[in-house]
């Protein structure tokens, strides 16, 4: 998919922003979905919904600034209608047909005007990770900084943790996740959770020494709650680190609290790696 971005629609600086739309059918149900970087404008993001909405289709799409002021979703009612209540999907078109299919980046060139590349997803990995248990995606650049913003938000700076051990593992983890990102060994992917087992929100696989963030996860902090995302990254990579937890976990609150180290530092606490919600 290639995007030409006239002049007058470029950010200052070639500045940026995420950038989601999601497309409904059928009353509420998403059949398109899409993630790209467009410049920080709101013509940018205007033209590059257009691109997305079918053509003709009445009705107005809702933008809206997330938590992050870099993330901008936009919801619409691809065939027409006002969300929760879209038109229906032309029987011709299939629900789902381009859902998480388009991972490209949609960027100026130069100030001249210029155009931005992208592509519909890697060829290589063309299955759809928000409904097969088995589908790895590579993450995006909106995946990375999601959790980049997860980590700010989140993750306790060592300097704020007064035990001097459990600052050490705090930025053992944190190290090793980040390295593992850099490395291409966490993907976007989601974990057959056993029948009677409470939700997964990543998985670290022995086999391939690689981490999975469940798409669900990605979502939740595109609505601005950053903690599960943030949590998922330290206590994968404590597995990528040779730990386990036999004593398993229990819930308390909002909270899902384990015995085992490391995984206990990230349990509440004035000394945890992590910040309280």
Same mark, same amino acid.
């Given at each position: 998919?290639?995007?030409? !971005?006239?002049?007058?629609? $470029?950010?200052?600086?070639?500045?940026?922003?995420?950038?989601?739309?999601?497309?409904?059918?059928?009353?509420?149900?998403?059949?398109?979905?899409?993630?790209?970087?467009?410049?920080?404008?709101?013509? +940018?993001?205007?033209?590059?919904?257009?691109?997305?909405?079918?053509?003709?289709?009445?009705?107005?799409? /809702?933008?809206?600034?997330?938590?992050?002021?870099?993330?901008?979703?936009?919801?619409?009612?691809?065939?027409?209608?006002? *969300?929760?209540?879209?038109?229906?999907?032309?029987?011709?078109?299939?629900?789902?047909?381009?859902?998480?299919? !388009?991972?490209?980046?949609?960027?100026? /060139? %130069?100030?001249?005007?210029?155009?931005?590349?992208?592509?519909?997803?890697?060829? %290589?990995?063309?299955?759809?990770?928000? #409904?097969?248990?088995?589908?790895?995606?590579?993450?995006?650049?909106?995946?990375?900084?999601?959790? @980049?913003?997860?980590?700010?938000? !989140?993750?306790?700076? @060592?300097?704020?943790?007064?035990?001097?051990?459990? +600052?050490?593992?705090?930025?053992?983890?944190?190290?090793?996740?980040? %390295?593992?990102?850099? %490395?291409?060994?966490?993907?976007?992917? @989601?974990?057959?959770?056993? =029948?009677?087992?409470?939700?997964? *929100?990543?998985?670290?696989?022995?086999?391939?020494? /690689?981490?999975?963030?469940?798409?669900?996860?990605? #979502?939740?902090? $595109?609505?601005?709650?950053?903690?599960?995302? +943030?949590?998922?990254?330290?206590?994968?990579?404590?597995?990528?680190?040779?730990?386990?937890?036999?004593?398993?976990?229990?819930?308390?609150?909002?909270?899902?609290? *384990?015995?085992?180290?490391?995984?206990?530092?990230?349990?509440?606490?004035?000394? =945890?790696?992590?910040? =309280?919600?």
């Amino acid at each position: 998919m290639n995007v030409v !971005f006239p002049r007058a629609e $470029l950010a200052p600086g070639g500045v940026t922003r995420a950038f989601t739309y999601r497309g409904y059918a059928n009353g509420a149900t998403l059949v398109r979905n899409a993630e790209c970087t467009v410049p920080a404008t709101r013509g +940018a993001m205007e033209r590059i919904t257009r691109t997305f909405i079918r053509e003709g289709a009445p009705g107005e799409p /809702t933008m809206q600034v997330m938590a992050d002021p870099w993330v901008v979703v936009v919801t619409a009612c691809q065939n027409g209608g006002t *969300y929760p209540s879209c038109e229906d999907q032309p029987t011709d078109i299939p629900v789902m047909e381009n859902d998480c299919a !388009f991972y490209g980046t949609c960027s100026p /060139t %130069s100030p001249s005007g210029g155009g931005g590349g992208g592509g519909g997803g890697n060829p %290589s990995m063309s299955c759809d990770p928000n #409904v097969d248990p088995t589908c790895n995606q590579l993450l995006s650049d909106h995946d990375k900084q999601l959790i @980049k913003n997860a980590i700010a938000a !989140f993750v306790r700076p @060592k300097a704020e943790i007064s035990d001097s051990a459990t +600052a050490e593992m705090c930025e053992q983890l944190l190290n090793t996740f980040n %390295s593992m990102v850099t %490395s291409g060994e966490v993907f976007k992917g @989601k974990y057959d959770t056993p =029948s009677g087992t409470r939700d997964h *929100y990543g998985a670290w696989d022995e086999g391939s020494g /690689t981490i999975h963030i469940e798409p669900k996860t990605l #979502v939740l902090a $595109l609505s601005g709650d950053y903690y599960e995302l +943030a949590a998922t990254a330290l206590h994968e990579a404590g597995h990528e680190l040779g730990y386990r937890h036999p004593l398993g976990s229990h819930q308390v609150g909002n909270y899902l609290i *384990y015995m085992d180290y490391p995984f206990d530092l990230l349990n509440p606490g004035e000394n =945890s790696c992590l910040k =309280s919600r």
